[in-house]
T-cell receptor, first 114, second 112 residues
Framework: KQEVTQIPAALSVPEGENLVLNCSFT??????LQWFRQDPGKGLTSLLL?????REQTSGRLNASLDKSSGRSTLYIAASQPGDSATYLC?????????????FGKGTRLSVIA | KAGVTQTPRYLIKTRGQQVTLSCSPI?????VSWYQQTPGQGLQFLFE???????NKGNFPGRFSGRQFSNSRSEMNVSTLELGDSALYLC???????????FGSGTRLTVV
């Protein structure tokens, strides 16, 4: 059974710092991995999607990497801003056959202090 | 283009009642998934529909049910509500497996 873990559960950093959020999964046979952001009481906003054949994806100040063999993904946020404060979730899709849902980690709650 | 729309945004129900939540996917998306989010359990998968057929179901009791209409809109129903059903219910739509999911803003259900 696929399990996704995100460590740390919470992180507080000063504005301007570069930071890395970690996501690990137990079964390396994934189809893709998606990073989401969730603001308090709100839905999920997709940040980056990495297919299993890719090593990384970039969008603005965000860069996500994927190492399937070690069961790890990282989300790198450059020059953090107070507006980046949110919970960040990673989710893996095991197969594109239609029989499997996204499996989520419990998230990392990020606070960026001005 | 319009995103995933969930209605209502907030609901307060009494134990024993039933509730219906609605989700309108992005135009052209035929896959709709439902998730329950609670502080203790995180995001848990409820079910997924594709072209009006349930393709997958999570480990929830039979009180939780859903359906999808021909226009891809989906509803989920929870009968005989319990206090533990209080949660944020999220709907996600996708063009198909493997191309990423777009989530709605959720429906916050409170059972008192």
């Amino acid at each position: 059974k696929q399990e996704v873990t995100q460590i740390p559960a919470a992180l507080s950093v000063p504005e301007g710092e570069n930071l890395v959020l970690n996501c690990s999964f137990t079964d390396s046979a994934i189809y893709n991995l998606q990073w989401f952001r969730q603001d308090p009481g709100k839905g999920l906003t997709s940040l980056l999607l990495i297919q299993s054949s890719q090593r990384e994806q970039t969008s603005g100040r965000l860069n996500a990497s994927l190492d399937k063999s070690s069961g790890r993904s990282t989300l790198y946020i450059a020059a953090s801003q107070p507006g980046d404060s949110a919970t960040y979730l990673c989710a893996v899709l095991i197969s594109n056959s239609g029989n499997t849902p996204l499996v989520f980690g419990k998230g990392t709650r990020l606070s960026v202090i001005a | 283009k319009a995103g995933v729309t969930q209605t209502p945004r907030y609901l307060i129900k009494t134990r024993g009642q039933q509730v219906t939540l609605s989700c309108s996917p992005i135009s052209g998306h035929r896959s709709v998934s439902w998730y329950q989010q609670t502080p203790g359990q995180g995001l848990q998968f409820l079910f997924e529909y594709f072209s009006e057929t349930q393709r997958n179901k999570g480990n929830f009791p039979g009180r939780f049910s859903g359906r999808q209409f021909s226009n891809s809109r989906s509803e989920m129903n929870v009968s005989t509500l319990e206090l533990g059903d209080s949660a944020l219910y999220l709907c996600a739509s996708s063009l198909g497996q493997g191309v990423g999911y777009t989530f709605g803003s959720g429906t916050r259900l409170t059972v008192v």
